[in-house]
DNA sequence: AGCCAGAATGAAACCTGTTTCATGAAAACA
DNA sequence: TGTTTTCATGAAACAGGTTTCATTCTGGCT
């Protein structure tokens, strides 16, 4: 069966479709009795208006696109639930636009990962999206993409965009994020006051600007506190569960090693602390850890993990605010930043040589 | 500046609408001259066709509604991820509708979860998609809804809807489901080959048919084995790591406890892991722990979970193959069933007292 | 009674594509 | 050469709403 439309009721109700719309919009006063009528008919028919049709003419559709790499990253969806909860309120709804997709054999794929950035921006604007927020990707390269900064600022001109937790530099694009230098300033300095003195650090990937300046946050506390940062002692590339096993089992067969590990996620904490458990190493009294996130899971490890929260769900809260805002055509400050918060857990605590504070 | 559209095409081209539509399209023989032309132009001005006028017309949009409980429990985006390799790959996009939002102070709201199912259902109607998978929520209720059912029994009629992992009792609506008994039928089959005949099983929702397909799985092994299931050993209502830690703590200080636990999903055996290691009791050791999902997580902890893996990624995929057939008028199974695999890590053992296998 | 503001409503244009139907031109056939 | 196909294209209708502009009908005021 055809659905009911418009005309349906207008003809039904013996009056034109534009009083049906009037009615369906609150947009101009209609005699009571006659709106009863429609309202009626409306009801009768479980009348839905068409949305295509709508958006069509009103050149907004109530659709954000969110643009992020993986799903399965449990920090993604984190974001996406504050993101969520905050846009429904709103009134809008969402394409979810997942970069990193997976073969027949489950395996994720990450080579195709920058083309389809490209793809979904295209395809979104298609949509008629009314505005668009990117996390990850080459979104949080540190030293830009040149081809995806010139694609975006092209973008954005068109259609509100928001950036999460990373820059796109030497673009003025709009973005909220996560002040992930301070965040790491926290983590060490809270190592540091615990008498730490040799520190490590494992993970991230160079190329982020997520890393770097979580990397930077850790040298400026480090420097403050006039200690060395060890280059063996660095260990980057990767952001995995297995990275963070494998690197801390090197860090651990080390002659010298280190009393604290400082993971840039949590991911990387947890396989820390599967390799300090593998080599017997107690957490936390021979070794503390700290990672970074404060995803879910950060609690379900035995000891739990003591991380830098980065606010997730407030970041993603923030972006649907300030896309809002950005679409009703008001103004947003370039750069909303998140405060970071420090939670203590219980996978640090003073090195073994160091009386307890 | 204003988007351009078929028409200015049209005009600069000196041709009609019509044939830039047909060039579009590939959908009629058009001069290769003309075409050449058209294309050139439509590279020049960065055409891109509006997908709302296009689906007007056509009565299609290439989008699907998701709708799903909460995207932050994991189990949820490992689903997600299949179907969303599996509908990019058919050309779909779709709207992400999590039921269960947060406050401002980020706490989750379960109390207007129905209400929002049904809020979906009538926003994704508006916006026209293509289909509708459901997942969770009252989907999964024993005992069915009889308003959800009726009214999705009633959109069916309208739009394909295939069902996660969940039935709808009494409704004739397609799904695709991991057979959950089976699953736990594997796990208790496994914990009584290995000798354990004190087996307790924590976790659920004694509405929810997964729990209890699980709980007939468990049942059925059990007294196909000859064993007894203890009123007392089966704790319910809870899916959650701190429930999980609550009943296994509960049931390791009663005067006879079991030798292995049964947890009806992978958070709750985590929670297991860390009331056994609180009470100072090794696993698996002492004691026995299978969980269910195979989400991620379960190979975070130490020692990593066994677990009954529903093959997560394979339902979401397949969901998207059925709705895809589904929208193209083809028939499908009304039940698809994605059989579930035991996945035998580090939490298993033969009991203490029983001499290794 | 005459005039005017505002309320209530309809006709028609518009949004941006797709699709049907008709027509002229070129190609194929007899 | 005349006729039938096929090719190439345009005009117009259509999808289902919204919005502008014009018109009719009131009630209030002088």
Redesign the pocket.
């Known amino acids: 069966m ?9 003809r039904e109700a ?9 009615v ?2 609150n ?9 009863d009528r429609i309202v009626a008919l409306m009801n009768k028919h479980q ?4 949305a ?3 958006s ?4 907004e559709t109530g659709m954000i696109g969110f643009i992020l790499p993986d799903i399965t990253n449990p920090f993604f969806p984190e974001v996406l639930s504050g993101f969520d909860s905050e846009a429904r309120r709103l009134g809008y709804t969402y394409f979810l636009c997942d970069t990193i997709s997976t073969n027949e054999e489950n395996q994720r794929l990450y080579d195709r990962q920058y083309e389809r950035e490209s793809q979904y921006l295209g395809l979104l604007m298609e949509k008629q999206v009314d505005g668009i927020v990117m996390i990850g990707g080459r979104v949080d390269l540190a030293k830009p993409d040149p081809e995806l900064a010139r694609e975006v600022e092209e973008l954005a001109k068109r259609v509100p965009i928001v950036l999460l937790n990373g820059s796109l530099p030497k673009t003025k694009l709009n973005r909220v994020s996560a002040d992930q230098k301070l965040g790491a300033q926290l983590a060490v300095q809270h190592l540091i006051g615990l008498g730490h003195r040799d520190i490590a650090l494992i993970g991230g990937y160079a190329k982020m600007s997520n890393t770097q300046q979580r990397l930077s946050g850790f040298r400026s506390a480090m420097k403050d506190a006039g200690l060395a940062v060890r280059r063996e002692w660095t260990l980057t590339e990767g952001f995995s569960v297995e990275k963070g096993q494998e690197f801390a089992a090197r860090l651990l067969n080390m002659k010298r090693r280190p009393t604290a590990m400082f993971c840039l996620n949590d991911l990387l904490a947890i396989g820390a602390l599967k390799a300090a458990h593998r080599a017997g190493i107690a957490v936390p009294e021979e070794l503390s850890i700290v990672g970074y996130d404060d995803i879910p899971q950060a609690t379900y490890s035995i000891p739990e993990l003591t991380t830098v929260s980065l606010k997730s769900q407030e970041i993603g809260r923030q972006a649907a605010k300030t896309l809002d805002k950005m679409i009703a055509g008001k103004k947003v400050p370039a750069l909303q930043s998140i405060v970071p918060e420090l939670i203590v857990r219980e996978t640090t605590a003073p090195p073994p040589d160091v009386p307890g504070a």
Chains 1, 2 share one sequence.
């Open positions: 055809r659905p009911v439309t418009v005309y349906d009721i207008a013996n009056v034109s479709v534009a009083t049906v719309s009037r369906l919009n947009t101009a006063p209609v005699k009571k009795e006659t709106r009348f839905q208006p068409n295509l049709a709508r069509l003419t009103r050149k």
